[in-house]
């Protein structure tokens, strides 16, 4: 076979496959015999010069920029989501909303061992237009939109701190980087566009932007707020979305798991909804082994109850004991108690 019909041989493959597969997934071992990849994934790379090119040859999405690979428009643009969000009538284009890193309102991005700020880096090096500030005047890009994390080529320009401050897209007056729906909308709608905001991550997890650090994420509807991951499995699931019957899901106890362990995930794929007494074995084992907020697995259970009793036959005192083992495990000493004194893990003997 010529290189050409290996390249389409692959190309097939690939589409014929439920989801197309990610570069990791590139692996023969990975499927039965006769469902194998017609080539290893080193010989694909080799064919193709990348695996974003050969995503990009089978027409599907890129969903990692390779930092080998030169940063091109093109390659920023997978980073965006395309609104029309101008406050300027003179712009008439949608918006490309940064998706990812963000500071101060603006896209950053590293290029070439340099952090950039995206809306710079397009104007001036992309677009090939050099910084015309003089010792009298300093120049920056503004935003002709005034959307500070829009990177759309066509909305950018030099312009002078006077200039940039008829178009008010800085200090006080500054208009919202993106608008979400208004608050009479359903509450349907404001979930289905938090989540169309949301940045994928390595894992496949749907991280919202400005997501609280280490918590919950939360929308705010007529007055109330709602945990955005609940909305989302129970949409998964085709429950209703209303306020009445969120709260009788919380009210009975009702809880959604985050199999990948990320708070901040409010990917569909990512929930699983425990319902009745299942639900209300939270500290008790749950799908990943581990109870949920803590470090010990299952296999860990008996093993700290050995080490305990062991210590004690030598002399030592609870708490003591405690901190040896919680040290052992990378733990507190509050784990190793519940477990010893059978608050946590009664289900493992």
């Known amino acids: 076979?010529?290189?050409?019909?290996?390249?389409?041989?692959?190309?097939?493959?690939?589409?014929?496959?439920?989801?197309f597969p990610k570069k990791m997934d590139w692996t023969k071992n990975l499927y039965e015999e006769d469902q194998q990849p017609p080539i290893g994934r080193d010989k694909l790379i080799k064919l193709f010069g990348s695996y974003n090119n050969f995503r990009r040859e089978a027409g599907v999405e890129i969903l990692q920029h390779d930092s080998n690979e030169p940063v091109t428009l093109e390659v920023l643009k997978q980073d965006c989501k395309e609104h029309l969000l101008s406050k300027n009538p003179e712009i008439v284009t949608p918006c490309w909303v940064w998706q990812?890193?963000?500071?101060?309102?603006?896209?950053?991005?590293?290029?070439?061992?340099?952090r950039w700020?995206?809306?710079?880096?397009?104007?001036?090096?992309?677009?090939?237009?050099?910084?015309?500030?003089?010792?009298?005047?300093?120049?920056t890009v503004d935003h002709k939109c005034q959307v500070t994390n829009c990177i759309n080529p066509d909305h950018l320009r030099w312009a002078t701190r006077k200039e940039q401050a008829k178009n008010v897209t800085r200090g006080k007056r500054a208009k919202p980087l993106v608008y979400p729906p208004k608050s009479h909308s359903c509450l349907e709608e404001r979930l289905n566009w938090y989540l169309s905001q949301c940045e994928v991550d390595d894992n496949g997890c749907m991280i919202p932007l400005n997501k609280p650090s280490g918590g919950y994420v939360e929308v705010k509807y007529l007055d109330k707020n709602y945990r955005l991951h609940i909305l989302?499995?129970?949409?998964k699931d085709k429950h209703p979305l209303n306020q009445e019957y969120y709260e009788?899901?919380?009210?009975?106890?009702?809880?959604?798991?985050?199999?990948?362990?990320?708070?901040?995930?409010?990917?569909?794929?990512?929930?699983e909804i425990w319902k009745g007494k299942k639900a209300n074995r939270q500290n008790g084992l749950d799908t990943r082994g581990y109870h949920s907020?803590?470090?010990?697995?299952?296999?860990?259970?008996?093993?700290?109850?050995?080490?305990?009793?062991?210590?004690?036959?030598?002399?030592?005192?609870?708490?003591?004991?405690?901190?040896?083992?919680?040290?052992?495990?990378?733990?507190?000493?509050?784990?190793?108690?519940?477990?010893?004194?059978?608050?946590?893990w009664t289900d493992i003997e």
């Open 293 to 344: 907020g803590y470090k010990l697995k299952k296999e860990n259970i008996p093993e700290i109850r050995e080490i305990y009793h062991d210590c004690l036959e030598l002399g030592w005192n609870k708490m003591k004991i405690y901190q040896h083992i919680g040290s052992i495990y990378g733990v507190g000493e509050k784990p190793i108690r519940d477990v010893i004194l059978g608050i946590h």
């Open 232 to 235: 989302s499995a129970l949409q």
């Open 1 to 19: 076979m010529t290189d050409e019909e290996i390249k389409a041989s692959a190309i097939e493959w690939a589409k014929r496959q439920p989801d």
């Open 100 to 114: 990812k890193t963000l500071r101060n309102g603006y896209a950053m991005k590293q290029i070439k061992q340099k």
């Open 248 to 271: 009788s899901f919380t009210e009975k106890k009702h809880k959604v798991l985050h199999q990948c362990d990320n708070k901040s995930c409010c990917n569909p794929d990512h929930l």
């Open 117 to 139: 700020s995206v809306h710079i880096y397009v104007h001036e090096v992309l677009g090939n237009n050099p910084n015309p500030s003089t010792e009298e005047e300093n120049y």
